[in-house]
């Protein structure tokens, strides 16, 4: 690796890490506000509600979920740097269902904020195990942040698991400012982005998002592909389609 690439991946890592951190930032003050947290020392009592208690619950989730992003974003920079890492990184039995269900949690406050509704479809009786390196925590979040982030406000995300004996198919489908044809191949390229959603004011990104998901992929057989339809309605200028995000993960 260059000294230019080098560089470039300290300051790609910086931003990714800086996103989290601020959604952990974020969670904990929540959570010292509920907690009353400058009642420390005064021996008072936290009495609430049921629902209270579950709200503090969420956050507390939300935040162990953060840590391990960290932890899977830093596994992810080692494996950049030297690609003879992965075969150190742990191998884990992961729940398919369960890690979208959780990058489905950790995202609530910013689908909240934006009024979108992320729906999973799925005979969770049928949940299926596969065997996967550690940083598989990264793809199904970084997907559905995508979905949530470039969503406009008061729509839905929708994702769809169809079991099969060789297979599980995931399907996400989302609204987004229109891919044309001759981008959707570059959409994995690192640093690409949309020429529409270049266009949407305070939506910034560093093209790195889809980059990570197709390594992460191509690491696991796991194939993927985009389809964007025909745009249907433009929002300050800026035409939106029907955008969906196929999965196809082998089980063993």
Same mark, same amino acid.
């Given at each position: 690796?260059?000294?230019?690439?080098?560089?470039?991946?300290?300051?790609?890592?910086?931003?990714?890490?800086?996103?989290?951190?601020?959604?952990?930032?974020?969670?904990?003050?929540?959570l010292c506000?509920?907690?009353?947290?400058?009642?420390?020392?005064?021996?008072?009592?936290?009495?609430?509600?049921?629902?209270?208690?579950?709200?503090?619950?969420n956050l507390?989730?939300?935040?162990?979920?953060?840590?391990?992003?960290?932890?899977?974003?830093?596994?992810?920079?080692?494996?950049?740097?030297?690609?003879?890492? $992965? #075969?150190?990184?742990? &191998?884990?039995?992961?729940?398919? @269902?369960?890690?979208? +269900?959780? !990058?489905? /949690?950790?995202?609530?406050?910013?689908?909240?904020?934006?009024?979108?509704?992320?729906?999973?479809?799925?005979?969770?009786?049928?949940?299926?195990? $596969? #065997?996967?390196?550690? &940083?598989?925590?990264?793809?199904? @979040?970084?997907?559905? +942040?995508? !979905?949530? /982030?470039?969503?406009?406000?008061?729509?839905?995300?929708?994702?769809?698991?169809?079991?099969y004996d060789?297979?599980?198919?995931?399907?996400?489908?989302? #609204?987004?400012?229109?891919?044309?044809?001759?981008?959707?191949?570059?959409?994995? +390229?690192?640093?690409?982005?949309?020429?529409?959603?270049?266009?949407?004011?305070?939506?910034?990104?560093?093209?790195?998002?889809?980059?990570?998901?197709?390594?992460?992929?191509?690491?696991?057989?796991?194939?993927?592909?985009?389809?964007?339809?025909?745009?249907?309605?433009?929002?300050?200028?800026?035409?939106?389609?029907?955008?969906?995000?196929?999965?196809?993960?082998?089980?063993?």
């Open positions: 690796m260059s000294k230019n690439e080098h560089n470039d991946l300290v300051l790609e890592s910086m931003h990714e890490l800086r996103y989290f951190n601020q959604q952990l930032k974020n969670f904990s003050e929540q506000i509920d907690l009353n947290a400058d009642k420390v020392d005064q021996n008072k009592v936290i009495d609430m509600k049921s629902h209270q208690a579950d709200k503090l619950r507390a989730i939300s935040i162990a979920n953060l840590s391990q992003l960290f932890t899977t974003r830093i596994d992810f920079i080692d494996v950049e740097l030297n690609p003879n890492v $992965i #075969e150190q990184l742990p &191998i884990q039995k992961v729940n398919v @269902y369960g890690k979208f +269900d959780k !990058a489905k /949690k950790m995202l609530h406050s910013l689908s909240r904020k934006k009024k979108v509704k992320v729906q999973i479809k799925s005979d969770v009786k049928d949940s299926r195990i $596969i #065997e996967a390196y550690s &940083i598989i925590d990264i793809l199904p @979040y970084l997907l559905l +942040d995508n !979905a949530v /982030k470039y969503s406009p406000e008061r729509n839905q995300v929708d994702i769809e698991f169809v079991y060789d297979c599980v198919q995931i399907e996400i489908c989302s #609204e987004g400012p229109f891919v044309g044809a001759d981008e959707i191949k570059k959409l994995s +390229d690192k640093h690409y982005r949309g020429r529409n959603a270049l266009k949407i004011d305070g939506c910034v990104g560093r093209g790195l998002g889809l980059y990570f998901v197709e390594y992460i992929a191509e690491l696991h057989d796991i194939d993927i592909s985009y389809k964007s339809e025909k745009y249907q309605y433009e929002i300050d200028g800026v035409p939106y389609s029907n955008f969906a995000v196929s999965l196809r993960v082998p089980l063993q």
